[in-house]
């Protein structure tokens, strides 16, 4: 092999299949078979082998000079850069020395290239099944994702749901509460319908019985006055001594019998005035009044009786003209029972009567007294039938009266569309307050 | 909490490599999964430098490129059977990396570490390995709208191609080009042959790639 230095490639090994290269020193290719440059498709000879390795393979081949002899029981795979590709070649390196000039010789150790084919192809198909692998595993990844989040939403979903079942569960309990409370409702009402109808029994029983009692009234009434008139009728024939001359005592019994004839007919009078007014059969006759005129009247009428009893009354008339449509005759009926009442337990002090204006365009009559007043008690009581303050029972009354005056009073002025009404200060005195409608209900 | 040192388990491994023996490869990353090593510091501290070592065992011919193949497909191997793990703890729905090698470019390990990397930190990754057609590539990244694209280049040879494939993404995308990041070994010679090509960016490895990217799209 070594006769060929120097003068060119031997014929023998420009026909070898591998490639060989004759370098010098400095790695200058100085000759070539043929071989590389058709695998690397570039020119060689004249340049630095060098040139056509790659990084790597330029350090391993400092690393082979620098091995010397040793390098040459080596093969030395290097890999060679060419145009489009890389190459990695196996050679055997070999050192010749002629004339003091030294040569490098590489010789390409050739493989089988079915081998190398299969070895491309297997490396490329494990880099498929890795990434294969890689873009399965991603995808799994994301598939594990996707379910995470689906089964985080469905617990989302459960949740909710429960949420929901809670909510309807609190509202059917407020359901069923509402529908107890309903029927408590419903039982209430039940039970109001018939205390509903057990009152509007009851009125109706006292309205029937009230009724009767008024008729009672009125007929008895009108029974008791004619027997009384007949008695009092002969008490005046005896007076006048129709039936002969009266002795003392007997003219004193007759006037004694006369006189509690008239306090029965006065009863029997108030009963069936009571009577009349509550069945409804009194009848108003309204006319405009002027009201100074009809309490002056009252009031000198009174004045005398008063004054007997040694109490001064005076009237005082806040606003003129002082004027309401309503029925004379029951206004004086009633001012007249008070101014008496006043009169009668007023224990001589001074009486006053007002009357002015009251705000609703009415008329207010006050009947003002300085007696002894009346207790907490008995003002809830004096509007009562037969009710006497200081009287044990009918017709004992210390002051005499019916024990009708009141309750007569207060009813007329209630049929007059007003009102009475009591205040009183024990050892004070009372009020008595009369409350007169502009005009009187059922008036023209 | 690791009872067991990165050197240990990478001499482990590389023995294993070394031998061809790819269960007992799968066995020394295991038991470092189990001693606590997480995906990251097995990509960092045992993949990386293992494959490192295997190249500088070949240049010193004391390994053949069958070997060296070899060890990079049973490391390759043994990723893939961590990708079920790393990719469940990825949150997703981060910034998206569109990764390639230019056409006939064979050297994929570094940009698939740089990938896996990304996607622990919750990139959402998509690999599109060796040998990837310009036409696809280009197609890729404008129906996936990425942030980031990522060319890797090992040979000088395929600098061109490289070259070829940014100004052809930079022509078909004009303004909506995503940031482009070249690297690769036949990068490593001059800082500036990145820029050359058109590329935004470049790293010296997998793990200044992770870090560049994460300094430009903080999560």
Not at chain 2, 29 to 57: K, N, T, W
């Amino acid at each position: 092999m070594r006769t060929y230095a120097g003068t060119g490639l031997h014929a023998s090994l420009r026909s070898f299949p591998g490639a060989v290269l004759e370098l010098a020193p400095d790695a200058t290719v100085l000759d070539s078979n043929g071989r590389l440059e058709r695998k690397l498709e570039r020119e060689v000879v004249g340049l630095s082998f060098t040139r056509v390795l790659d990084p790597d393979s330029r350090a391993k081949w400092d690393r082979l000079l620098a091995l010397g002899g040793e390098a040459e029981a080596q093969v030395w795979e290097l890999v060679l850069e060419g145009r489009e590709f890389l190459a990695t070649l196996s050679f055997a390196l070999s050192r010749t020395e002629e004339d003091g000039r030294e040569r490098l010789w590489l010789v390409e150790y050739p493989r089988d290239p079915r081998l190398e084919q299969l070895h491309e192809e297997l490396s490329a198909t494990n880099s498929e099944l890795v990434n294969t692998k890689r873009e399965l595993s991603k995808e799994k990844a994301r598939l594990v994702r996707a379910l995470e989040e689906l089964e985080r939403e469905l617990r989302e979903n459960e949740h909710l749901s429960q949420q929901l079942q809670q909510q309807n569960e609190e509202v059917e309990a407020q359901n069923e509460e509402l529908m107890a409370m309903t029927e408590e409702m419903h039982a209430s009402q039940d039970q109001l319908l018939m205390l509903n109808q057990q009152l509007e029994r009851r009125t109706r029983e006292l309205q029937v019985a009230l009724s009767a009692r008024n008729r009672f009234y009125a007929a008895m009434s009108h029974e008791l006055r004619t027997p009384i008139n007949a008695v009092m009728g002969y008490n005046d024939l005896l007076l006048t001594g129709v039936y002969g001359a009266l002795g003392e005592k007997q003219e004193l019994a007759v006037e004694r019998s006369q006189s509690a004839a008239r306090h029965l007919r006065a009863l029997v009078d108030d009963v069936l005035d009571l009577s009349r007014i509550e069945i409804g059969r009194a009848e108003l006759e309204t006319e405009t009044v002027d009201m100074q005129r009809l309490l002056e009247e009252l009031v000198s009428l009174l004045r005398p009786l008063a004054d007997g009893r040694g109490s001064p009354l005076s009237l005082v008339v806040r606003d003129t003209p002082c004027t309401v449509v309503t029925d004379a005759r029951r206004v004086r009926q009633v001012v007249l029972n008070l101014l008496s009442n006043a009169i009668k337990f007023g224990k001589g002090n001074p009486i006053w009567v007002y009357c002015g204006r009251s705000r609703d365009g009415g008329v207010e009559v006050e009947v003002v007294d300085g007696g002894e007043g009346i207790s907490e008690e008995d003002l809830a009581r004096i509007f009562d039938e037969f009710v006497q303050l200081g009287a044990d029972a009918i017709g004992t009354s210390s002051a005499g009266g019916t024990g009708l005056g009141l309750p007569i009073a207060r009813r007329l002025a209630e049929f007059l569309g007003g009102r009475l009404d009591v205040s009183s200060t024990p050892g004070v005195g009372s009020t008595f307050r009369l409350s007169l409608p502009q005009v009187a209900p059922g008036s023209a | 909490m690791r009872s067991v040192t990165a050197e240990e388990v990478i001499r482990d491994y590389l023995d294993a490599l070394l031998e061809g023996n790819r269960r007992r490869a799968f066995a020394v990353v295991d038991r470092a999964r189990g001693e606590g090593l997480d995906h990251r510091a097995i990509y960092l501290e045992v993949f990386q430098p293992a494959l490192h070592e295997v190249g500088r065992l070949w240049q010193e011919n004391r390994i053949s490129v069958a070997d060296e193949h070899l060890a990079t497909a049973i490391t390759q191997a043994a990723m893939a059977r961590l990708y079920d793990d790393l990719f469940a703890h990825g949150a997703g729905g981060g910034p998206v990396l569109v990764a390639a090698c230019v056409d006939s470019e064979r050297h994929e390990v570094g940009l698939r570490m740089i990938c896996d990397l990304l996607e622990l930190e919750g990139w959402d990754t998509y690999f599109l390995g060796a040998t990837t057609p310009l036409e696809s590539l280009v197609s890729m990244v404008e129906a996936r709208a990425p942030q980031a694209v990522a060319l890797s280049a090992s040979i000088t040879p395929h600098l061109p191609r490289v070259r070829v494939t940014i100004s052809a993404l930079r022509e078909r995308l004009g303004e909506r080009t995503p940031l482009i990041l070249a690297g690769g070994r036949a990068f490593l010679d001059d800082p500036e042959l990145a820029a050359r090509v058109g590329a935004d960016l470049t790293a010296r490895d997998a793990m200044e790639a992770a870090d560049l990217l994460r300094e430009r799209f903080p999560r």
